[in-house]
């Protein structure tokens, strides 16, 4: 793995332009889904800014110091971006659950709260510096994750499943057996990460006035792979923002705006 991100931060923008051909493709669909499709959209352009300002909480980590490139900004607009595909997600599994199994529709629903928890969870490693929250955010998708995984599992063995739909199981199923177990060794960088910040009651308390000012102000341009979090925070960005989640998205907003 290189030492400096540089390059591969400049490669990042290509994702751009797959985000804005997404985008394209969900707007000339014939018969949109709007549970599925305006998720999508606000995800992708999202990723799309993401991918031409992209940065990192932690420390406020950019590559470009300009003001497109805030904390505050970027957190804004994940935030929304987070809650609605999300909320995409959870809405697919209740389509699929032809038979409205009870609590197949409430793992769907503890999806949706749940990530709207992890919004507060983040905000406030922001907005007081702790790096802790940041690890309670990250369980939160943890949480999320397996919730729709765990779903996914038992629709696709109860087999009423429409075979249209069968694809979007198996997606599913490939991303938690992959994700799920990576989130583990993120959770286990975070903590590990936590653990060289000095305790709590050794540093003053940074009061929420400060955070949201560093936050819009405070830019700290690195290229370094140990600032960006190394190969685990380079793959999360590439698959976030500019592959695997898009694509899905793009894929999930299609097949139920079909179907």
Sequence with gaps: MP????????????????????IASLLALATPD??????????????????????????????????LSSI??????????????IYQFSHVIRVLNVEQVGWVNG??????????????????????????????????????????????????????TPVGSLGLLRLSLLFGGVYLPWQVFHLRSLRAEARTQPPTGSVPRVRWREGLRD????????TGAKAWGGLIGLTW????????IPLWVQHIASVVSVR
């Design 3 to 22: 030492s400096d991100f540089r390059t591969l931060l400049w490669l990042l923008k290509l994702g751009a332009l797959l985000n804005a051909y997404l």
């Design 34 to 67: 709007p549970h599925v499709v305006v998720p999508g959209l606000i995800l992708l352009a999202v990723s799309a800014f993401r991918c031409l300002f992209p940065n990192r909480y932690l420390d406020n980590i950019v590559f470009h110091d300009n003001p």
């Design 72 to 85: 505050f900004l970027t957190r804004v607009l994940a935030t929304f971006s987070e809650v609605a595909y």
């Design 107 to 160: 793992l769907s629903w503890v999806m949706v709260v749940q990530v709207l928890i992890s919004q507060g969870f983040v905000w406030n490693a922001i907005l007081t510096k702790r790096l802790d929250r940041y690890l309670y955010e990250e369980l939160g998708w943890l949480i999320i994750f397996a919730a729709n995984t765990t779903a996914s599992a038992f629709l696709y063995a109860a087999g009423d």
């Design 215 to 222: 936050s819009i102000h405070r830019r700290n341009r690195r």
């Design 237 to 244: 960005m590439v698959a976030y923002w500019a592959s695997l």
